[in-house]
């Protein structure tokens, strides 16, 4: 994707490179060395749809070619597109792997470590991707100059088509936290093993999956998910002995986010010991709730006003590099455009036509109000 990307920018007055993150960087350079981000990501989870990251990173394209164009090569501010390396993290759990890099976020005594189904770790997979990875935070030097960042992704929910509107403005990023839960029991056959003495691991995984979700359900934008579980010895003749269960926890607010971790490791512990097995947790991950920048929130809104007539403010449940940019302290701000049936991570992932366009052309919009708004608060 990213050779066939390579050669869309021949012709055009611009710089690239990759950085020490394995993220990608094209440079118009303008009359100020003050810059404007736009990018997302090309990179797509295993069975993924045609439209999450590539349609914000494409977009982000087309309105830098456009204003390469109008300004013939010299606009009043630098522009920069970003392809950020390993946003999905779907090989190695790790998400926002270059953005993280760039904000200066990223956890390299951890992340080093960590292996795919095959046990390769990433240290190992970065290699062979010419990524060193002591020094991937060095990709934090790229951050001189921006002084704001623009991301369109497709909503992935179903909140703008239950509304019938194209598009919406997103006010942050709900926080995760992301764990390993580790049950363990004891292996016995499973013909000859009463039910009354088993210690089954699976259970008690199997009720802590069950119980998220009124611990969920609680509060109206939060979602717990349990989305992976591995047995062992993962045979149908055996009681499992011990069960391996992610899971995932997300709001926007902070407060709401550790209650419901609380709730979680407590009811965990209590389904352990009825089904007298152990408990462990493990973070894989997590990232505070990210609001955006208020200016530029607004001035999406305008954008989609202006276009469609209409705007709705939401937030993210999904993960994006717009939340480590906003951690990194430069103004940042996403549109969303309307998902079908709310569908993404699947092949039918789709976006009507018309509504596509319309992003488009309020992504244009709202990187002109960007580079108005630079100018004005230059200094």
């Known amino acids: 994707a990213r050779t066939w990307f390579q050669s869309k920018l ?5 710089e690239h490179h990759t950085d020490a993150a394995g993220n990608v960087w094209v440079t118009l350079h303008g009359a100020s060395e003050r810059s404007l981000a736009l990018g997302s990501h090309l990179d797509s989870v295993p069975n993924g749809g045609w439209l999450d990251g590539c349609l914000g990173f494409l977009t982000a394209f087309e309105v830098l070619r456009g204003i390469a164009e109008e300004f013939h090569g010299r606009p009043p501010v630098t522009l920069r597109l970003v ?41 190992e997979a970065l290699g062979r991707c010419g990524v060193d990875v002591e020094r991937v935070g060095d990709a934090g030097m790229e951050r001189r100059g921006i002084a704001a ?36 029991g004891q292996e016995a056959h499973s013909g000859s093993t009463p039910m009354a003495v088993r210690r089954d691991a699976l259970a008690a995984a199997a009720r802590l999956a069950l119980e998220i979700r009124p611990i969920a359900t609680k509060h109206p934008d939060a979602v717990c998910t349990v989305g ?112 079908l049936a709310g569908i993404s991570h699947n092949k039918i992932e789709d976006t009507r036509p018309e509504h596509l366009e319309l992003a488009v052309r309020a992504m244009d919009r709202l990187a002109a109000k960007t580079i108005r708004w630079m100018q004005r608060t230059e200094g």
Do not use: N
């Not at 021949?10 to 611009?14: D, E, K, R, S």
């Not at 047995?231 to 269960?245: D, H, M, Q, R, S």
């Not at 276009?307 to 994006?320: A, E």
């Open 228 to 339: 992976s579980v591995k047995t062992y010895p993962g045979i149908v003749t055996a009681v499992v002995g011990l069960c391996e269960a992610t899971l995932d926890q997300r709001d926007l607010d902070a407060g709401v986010l550790a209650e419901m971790l609380r709730e979680a490791r407590e009811a965990s512990e209590r389904f352990a010991a009825e089904e007298r097995c152990t408990v462990e947790w493990s973070k894989i991950w997590s990232i505070e709730p990210i609001p955006f920048h208020p200016d530029l929130i607004r001035l999406c809104e305008e954008a989609i006003v202006e276009t469609t007539g209409q705007s709705h403010r939401l937030p993210s449940g999904p993960l994006h590099d717009a939340a480590e940019v906003a951690r990194a302290g430069i103004p940042t701000t996403m549109m969303f455009v309307q998902s």
């Open 149 to 184: 960042y623009l991301e369109l992704h497709i909503e992935q929910g179903p909140v703008l088509e239950r509304l019938g509107l194209p598009l919406g403005a997103v006010s942050g990023t709900k926080g995760v936290e992301r764990h390993l839960v580790t049950f363990r």
């Open 10 to 14: 021949t012709g055009l007055p611009v």
């Open 83 to 123: 392809d950020w390396a390993d946003e999905e993290g779907a090989r190695f759990g790790r998400s926002l792997f270059g953005s993280s890099a760039f904000a200066g976020t990223q956890t390299i005594a951890a992340d080093r470590l960590r292996k795919d189904r095959e046990g390769t770790t990433l240290e």
